[in-house]
């Protein structure tokens, strides 16, 4: 990924496109800023997982930051979050829609043996393993609550 993240900058720069430009150098520094904490904790660098874990922590911290732009009114700088979200966006995996995240519950419920509601946290870690990057899993928690009859 990181690779991707040096070619996909160049070619920005090659294309002028600033605004993409400016969204990828936020994720460069950003992993950078990941890279130094792994070595603070004996790594050499941060795991693709956490990776992913820095794109969708930007992800929503731009939402948050356009829906505030949004009621403050200042649509002008929501549009520009809502940019730097959609390149962001595009180096994540693909999002599950609901039908898919729903059968995605199903099997880690029975892959689990989960039954009663106390063991939800054991359905969402069997999610979290599988399926990192590809869910939102503050919505998926509440289909699992749902699921499991709570």
Same mark, same amino acid.
Do not use: C, N
């Given at each position: ?5 040096? $070619? @996909?900058? *160049? ?20 992993? *950078?800023?990941?890279?130094? @904490? ?11 997982? $956490? ?15 356009? $829906? ?15 940019? @730097? ?14 039908? @898919? ?24 870690? $069997? ?24």
């Amino acid at each position: 990924m990181r690779q991707q993240f040096t $070619e @996909e900058m *160049k070619a920005a720069m090659k294309a002028g496109d600033k605004p993409r430009l400016g969204a990828i150098r936020l994720i460069i520094a950003a992993l *950078k800023e990941k890279d130094i @904490e792994a070595r603070g904790a004996g790594r050499t660098e941060a795991s693709p997982d $956490e990776i992913l874990g820095v794109l969708q922590k930007m992800v929503k911290q731009r939402q948050e930051s356009a $829906e505030v732009y949004d009621k403050g009114g200042r649509p002008e700088l929501a549009e520009s979050e809502r940019a @730097e979200i959609a390149v962001i966006s595009s180096f994540l995996p693909k999002q599950m829609d609901e039908a @898919e995240v729903k059968v995605a519950i199903a099997a880690a419920i029975s892959a689990v043996g989960a039954a009663p509601m106390k063991e939800m946290g054991k359905v969402v870690a $069997e999610l979290r393993g599988k399926y990192a990057g590809q869910m939102d899993f503050g919505k998926a928690s509440g289909l699992v609550k749902a699921a499991l009859g709570g």
